[in-house]
């Protein structure tokens, strides 16, 4: 059983499987199923590393490369974060995955009163550029990548990250930054915005047009846009990818409407979507999602270098599909989600740790589940054939079947006028909250398993899972330092820097280049956060209940 | 359920305090307690302690149902618990839901707080709970 639904008769066997996305699965499939969905091999499959990229974006798959593996962390200073990251690296974790604390995420330095009790509890916390020296200390930035996951303040982060390099005299057409710079999930799932919707979409579009289209910083990945934090808030695997196309159209027109072609613009633009769920459910998603993407691309927007069409990304996590209940059981879980990425063809790839229901990872939590991940690549045997999957009638008539479900959800936002539009009236998120609701009433009453939560909830251990201390000293340590750096600088340099941003913003020009000026003057995040709150205003949550 | 007729709905206000923004939980919440006859007020995100008793003084609440999964809920209750005391409203009850570790639990109810429904409650212990605060607080 599991988190599909399904029927059965008197004696216990199963009559009915619907899949989450409203898909039926038949108890057998044979080749009257691809012929009933219309499949064609050459449509549909073809080679590996060939339109429509469906088995895998390149050619050898992971014999050419295993995937990149970023497990998030981060938390306290940015001091006691270059430890852990510095940790991850030795073990073998061949990118980094930064988290922020959340005032660094909402645009609050360390000293400010909503930031009482929060500064480095859920990553590290950032003021100044000096937080970025201390945080990548001793980290080569032209070798190891860093994704950001950061949304509201992307630009800032992206921009320091820019200023750290300078510093440092780091080529920065050499580093390789991905900041998630994805404010229309945040405002769906995640919940970090700060600004109204739509001058944010268009601080979302100053980052890809700077690194893309301007061509600053042409190995960094403007946008990672998130179907995760989607799906971890109630949508369908269908709706995870449909909307999260959706936001990347909405994203790709905003950085074309100022004049740029759409192939320089999207062909490094870069995914995360999540991997918890029925297993065939989501590697015919991803594959469907490959498929899906690169027709798009090549059909409603003309573009036409192959490697525009890749559909890139981070696929991973599986957050909501662990359970307090029993924890020891996520292990487990874990590590089938990640064999639904590697199934599914994941370029990169992070697992979370079984205590994330609880807490923030353990260092033994998060090493167990980068295991987890190593275990699949160096002995189960992921690595020897690309798509190991395709040609079963089985996953050929289901990763059509989700392509068809992905198409019918996005006409859903067409209806709503856009993602823009749906996520300022609040559409998606009403569906999404809804549907949600209507998961636990499933569970609840037994129409979806969850083991351990709904069924076999005997036994199992109730051992107290380890905790992350908040360490109210390391807090103050930070906004110790705030307070030294903030009294160190060329305080004219600072005014000057802001005040030219402040125009920047009212002028609507792109606001990169000064945000990188602001960074290395070491102007503070909240600094530059609050000028934009001043003249970009605050969002107001549409209502939807 | 039947008994939720027999005296005035159950105000509650569900409430996400502080800069966190996983609000599932909270919604799904919010829709549980309505569905068990509740009336509820859905305060969204980011909101300051001054601003939730601001708005459970306006809607006049029994409860406030607070959402915190960021680790910070030990600070924030003692904020909040401090307002209702010095606003002399402390008829309103408090309840807390989210990522609530075990040992937490006796010091958030240390503080004040009614009742604690750590992740993975079942939604009809929460229903039933806050219903029980309420009432007690109606009686009191």
Known sequence: MGVAKYSKDKRGAIQEVEL?????????????????????????????????????????????????????????????????????????QTGLNVAFDLPTQMGYDSDHPLAEGEVGRVGMAVDTLADFEAAFQGIDLAKVGSGLTINAVAAIMLAMYEALARRWGVDTARISATPQNDILKEIIGRGAWIFPVRPAVDLVGDLIEYATAQGHLPRCNPVSVCGYHIRESGATPAQEIAFAFGIAFAYLDNVMARGYGPDQVVERFSFNFNIFGNLWEQVAKFRAARKLWARLLKERYGVREAKA????????????????????????????????????????????????????????????????????????????????????????????????????????????????????????????????????????????????????????????????????????????????????????????????????????????????????????????????????????????? | MADARQSAPV????????????????????????????????????????????????????????????????????????????KGLSQIKVVVGGVIPQPDIPRLLELGVAAVFPGGTPLPEIVEGVRRVARAAQEA
């Open chain 1, 309 to 545: 069409l890749f559909l890139r990304g981070l696929f991973g996590g599986g957050g909501f599909g662990l359970t307090k209940a029993q924890p020891e059981n996520n292990i487990v879980r874990g590590a089938y989600y990640a064999l639904a990425a590697a199934l599914g063809g994941a370029q990169t790839t992070a697992l979370c740790s079984y205590d994330e229901a609880y807490t923030i990872p353990t260092p033994q939590a998060a090493l167990l589940s980068l295991r987890t991940l190593q275990i699949l690549m160096d002995e189960m045997g992921l690595r020897d054939t690309v798509d190991p999957l395709a040609g079963s009638y089985f996953i050929e008539t289901l990763t059509k079947e989700m392509e068809g479900k992905i198409l019918e959800e996005m006409e859903r936002v067409e209806r709503w006028g856009g993602m823009v539009a749906a996520v300022e009236s609040g559409e998606v998120q009403r569906l999404v909250a809804s549907q949600a609701f209507q998961w636990e009433k499933d569970l609840l009453e037994g129409r979806r398993v969850k083991v351990g939560v709904n069924k076999y909830t005997e036994g199992g251990s109730q051992a107290e899972v380890e905790l992350h201390q908040y360490s109210e000293e390391s807090a103050a340590r930070q906004v110790a330092s705030l307070q030294e750096v903030k009294r160190g600088r060329a305080q004219r340099e600072v005014a000057r820097c802001l005040g030219d941003l402040e125009k920047a913003l009212k002028d609507r020009r792109n606001v990169m280049p000064i945000l990188v000026e602001c960074c290395a003057a070491y102007a503070t995040v909240g600094e530059m956060a609050g000028v934009m709150r001043q003249v970009l205003g605050e969002m107001k949550e549409p209502s939807i209940f």
């Open chain 2, 11 to 86: 105000r509650v206000l569900v409430a996400k305090p502080g800069l966190d923004g996983h609000d599932r939980g909270a919604k799904v919440v919010a829709y549980a307690l309505r569905e068990g006859g509740m009336e509820v007020i859905y305060g969204g995100l980011h909101q300051s302690t001054e601003q939730i008793l601001q708005t459970a003084l306006q809607e006049a609440v029994d409860v406030i149902g607070l959402s915190i999964m960021s680790g910070a809920h030990l600070p924030i209750c003692r904020r909040l618990m401090r307002g209702l005391a010095d």
């Open chain 1, 20 to 92: 989450h996305s409203g898909i039926k699965v038949k108890a057998s499939y044979g080749p009257e199923d691809l012929e009933r969905v219309g499949f064609e091999y050459q449509q549909d499959l073809g080679q590996p590393g060939h339109y429509p990229f469906t088995r895998s974006l390149h050619p050898l798959g992971f014999r050419s490369r295993e995937w990149t593996v970023r497990q998030y962390s981060g938390f306290g200073t940015p001091s006691e974060t270059n430890e852990r990251f510095k940790l991850l690296i030795a073990h073998g």
